[in-house]
């Protein structure tokens, strides 16, 4: 049996290696600016690599962020007005936000997949 987590998702863009990102610190400032516990929030971190061989360009972190909540309504409202936050906060552990998605409300399984919901 696969148990369903409530939560809301949004993913920010970063500049820098998966080498240098410091989960808990980024997992900290996410946590103060939405108001809420670390153990809420889990990331996960790809390295984009934005390299050609026509030029050299900077590698970027895409770090998709899942709060885990009952309350998706207010979670999301609390994201949505602390975007230009998280930039700001991320910014005093050295990381340079390049993009943050909108949030939206998702359903995951407990093998961490988004669950899909069909109204049919």
Known sequence: TVKAASGVNFNLQVAGTLASFDESSVKEKLATALGINE??????????????????????????????????????????????????????IGLTVEGVSSPKYVQRGSDGTELIYHPW
Do not use: H, N, W
């Open 39 to 92: 153990t809420l929030i889990t990331l996960t971190a790809t390295e984009v690599d934005s390299s050609s061989p026509r030029r050299r360009l900077s590698s970027s972190i895409s770090i998709e962020a899942f709060v885990s909540t009952t309350s998706p309504t207010s979670t999301l409202a609390s994201i949505s007005g602390v975007t230009s936050d998280i930039a700001a906060l991320l910014s005093t």
